[in-house]
């Protein structure tokens, strides 16, 4: 069988989704990449610092001190207080903007103070210009720029689901690089300047051997924790409720966190998110910084290749598995996708896309699956329909199916409902193909008596055709073919199981064609022996015929079975062939017969049944043969069966027997009218005779108005 396809629809439509999975891995879109930033927060969650020294703690100005203190802003001479009792810690951040000034002694009271320290870090703001890189910077007033350690900026950026997972660690305002306020802790901190370097195709923030990855647009992805932050009210810090020997060595980071202030930000937590303050945000920023693991995304082209080979592996499984197989398989590598996945992320910090190749890699299995499944319920159904089919022909008898042609146009629309295929000749020659146009002039040429032709014929319509070769027959010489229209690519099996439909069919009727002719002479055969019989016996010549006849009407009345008539119509035919066994003198005698010539006559069912043995007749036909002579009342011969033990075509062959041979001429009597006849079959109902078939004989055989009569006026 020739193939017309080498890649399949399915097989492109695979490709075309790995290539499309691997595209959206690649590009990020909007939708996905909010998935897989919580994919991020939960692997992310499972990280740990490489120290918690410095402890960090945060001063933060709540509803308590704003109470007690007012409406914001406070006079600065607060703040000069409260950075006085911090005098002990390591680095203090302030996370206050002081853009302008204000009170002179207030300002010079906290200048003093920041310059006293010398360990103080303030805040500035970047404003955003009305054009893209037109930004300004807005510095505390220079008095207290020059006397703080450093200063950076607090602008944060949401992400795209509006959870602030990164920082900017440095930015470009002007001509300008400006670190933020974590960052510009470092120095301090540290006693290094941190400075971007360049590694191969990534870049990161480095300072002495810490190295932090940054993506291409300078983020900074932060390492967030659960383990809380030690938090102190703003007023007792100042007016001294809190010792400050409590904050020795420690970095504070001081802010507001009343509401008003409108200084809050929600960050992602273990299952959801959670609200910080911006100086706690800050804290967060710069244990990052000092201590926190921070993960390299990888590049977006290589997320797309891996997407792409998992989702072509997960339609490979679903096509080449089993179906529970196939479910295992899948799961094995989804639940291996995931460990792998977080493994690679907790290990080696590298940050690879999980959400659009586990979606991918399931969609396309199922997709995968669900058109394999397409195609295994349609070759089941083609498959089923075929069996069905061949078996439900093999029940009927030869008389219900008139010949191959007929049969097929006949269960040929349920099988085009399964396979959309058209019958376009059940039957036809290479010739006739060739001059209809049905198939080019090569491929009509090509055609073998062996062999199935799959044919892409361009040049006519349907355009793919299937040329099935059939079982010769003997009274048909040329080869003939079944020719069918495809108007889709079927699958291998499909056209196998097609294929194997066509060729049984026209095995069976060219099988039941030569069971018919061999039947025929059979018949003829039999019809034969009787007419040499009719020449040895004239007196009974053409009995056996005419009871046969007889007997065919009365079972078909009976509405039996085609093929139980014919049987029953055979053993009519054959039911004194018997009467062979017995010597002419008996046979011919035209005088009475005696006792032991009777006797003798009476063993021509059994000399029958013997003559047949070595046949094979059906059961049916050898129970007309042998029982025919078998009454109702149990005196009948040879075996005296009666009633039910008797069969129904030897009770059929019994009444038609005894209605031919009383109106049949003898010579040692004449014979009855069919009246008369008629009369002694109703008298001997249920003694010699099926009340049932007598019945049946009386409507095809008594004369118009003919009554039965009483028994004493036929006796």
Aim: glycine share 6%.
């Amino acid at each position: 069988m020739h193939r017309f396809y080498k890649w399949p629809l399915w097989l492109i439509m695979i490709l075309v989704f790995s290539l499309l999975s691997g595209t959206i891995a690649f590009q990020r879109p909007l939708l996905f990449e909010k998935l897989e930033l919580q994919v991020f927060d939960w692997h992310y969650s499972g990280l740990g610092y490489r120290t918690d020294d410095p402890e960090i703690v945060l001063v933060v100005a709540g509803e308590e001190t704003l109470s007690k203190f007012g409406k914001w802003p406070w006079r600065r001479w607060y703040h000069a207080k409260l950075l006085g009792n911090l005098g002990y810690a390591r680095l203090v951040l302030m996370d206050i903007l002081f853009p302008e000034k204000g009170d002179p002694a207030d300002d010079a009271a906290l200048v003093e103070v920041v310059k006293k320290l010398g360990n103080v870090v303030v805040a500035m703001h970047i404003s955003p210009g009305s054009v893209q890189g037109n930004d300004h910077l807005v510095p505390p007033f220079n008095e207290l720029l020059s006397a703080s350690v450093a200063a950076g900026f607090t602008n944060i950026e949401p992400d795209k689901d509006g959870l602030i997972r990164y920082t900017n660690p440095l930015r470009k305002v002007g001509e300008l690089i400006v670190p933020s306020l974590s960052l510009a802790a470092v120095s301090p901190l540290t006693a290094q300047s941190p400075r971007i370097e360049e590694i191969g195709d990534m870049m990161f923030l480095s300072w002495g051997d810490r190295k932090l990855p940054i993506d291409s647009k300078g983020r900074l992805w932060l390492h967030y924790t659960d383990k809380p932050i030690r938090i102190y009210e703003y007023y007792q810090v100042m007016t001294g409720l809190i010792s400050p020997n409590v904050f020795r060595d420690k970095i504070v980071v001081v802010g507001v966190a009343a509401s008003g202030v409108e200084d809050f930000y929600v960050v992602p937590s273990r299952g959801g998110s959670r609200v910080i303050s911006g100086a706690q945000l800050n804290a967060e920023i710069l244990k990052t910084l000092l201590a926190g693991t921070v993960p390299i995304r990888i590049r977006p082209f290589w997320d797309g290749l891996i997407t792409a080979l998992l989702v072509l592996s997960g339609a490979v499984l679903a096509i080449i598995s089993r179906p529970y197989r196939g479910y295992a398989y899948l799961a094995v590598l989804l639940t291996a996708l995931v460990i792998l996945n977080h493994m690679a992320f907790i290990n080696s910090h590298r940050w690879i896309a999980l959400v659009v190749p586990f979606i991918g890699t399931l969609t396309s299995f199922l997709s995968a699956w669900l058109v394999r499944f397409k195609g295994l319920q349609e070759d089941w159904n083609v498959k089923t329909f075929s069996i069905s089919s061949i078996y439900n022909l093999s029940q009927k008898n030869q008389t219900d199916t008139d010949s191959y042609e007929k049969y097929l146009d006949s269960i040929w629309p349920e099988f085009a409902k399964a396979t959309g295929a058209e019958l376009i000749a059940p039957r036809i020659t290479r010739k006739e193909m060739i001059e209809k146009r049905l198939v080019n002039l090569p491929t009509a040429r090509g055609l073998s008596e062996d062999k199935i032709v799959l044919l892409d014929d361009s040049g006519s319509l349907p355009r793919l055709k299937l040329i099935v070769p059939l079982q010769k027959d003997g009274q048909q010489p040329r080869m003939h073919y079944t020719l069918i229209g495809l108007n889709r690519k079927l699958t291998d099996e499909m056209i196998q199981t097609l294929s194997a439909l066509i060729f049984s069919l026209s095995w069976f009727f060219s099988l039941l064609s030569r069971n018919q002719e061999r039947k025929k002479m059979l018949l003829e055969t039999i019809q034969a022996i009787f007419m040499a019989m009719d020449f040895r016996d004239p007196i009974t010549g053409g009995h056996s015929v005419r009871v046969s006849e007889l007997s065919l009407e009365i079972a078909e009345r009976l509405n039996l079975g085609p093929q139980t008539v014919e049987d029953i119509h055979l053993g009519a035919l054959i039911h004194d062939i018997g009467k062979i066994g017995i010597p002419d003198s008996v046979l011919k005698k035209k005088d009475s017969l005696t006792k032991e010539e009777y006797v003798l006559i009476r063993e021509h069912p059994v000399i029958g049944a013997k003559i047949m043995e070595s046949v094979g007749l059906p059961e049916v036909t050898r129970k007309a043969l042998f029982e025919h002579h078998e009454f109702q009342d149990g005196e009948g011969y040879p075996n005296g069966l009666k009633g039910d033990q008797i069969s129904l075509a030897a009770k059929i062959v019994a009444v038609a027997d005894t209605f031919d041979a009383l109106t049949s001429q003898r010579p040692y009597r004449k014979g009855i009218t069919p009246a008369e006849a008629c009369n002694y079959l109703y008298d001997h109902i249920g003694t010699k005779f099926d009340p049932e078939i007598v019945n049946v004989l009386l409507k095809l055989k008594a004369p118009p108005g003919w009554k039965p009569k009483p028994k004493h006026e036929n006796s």
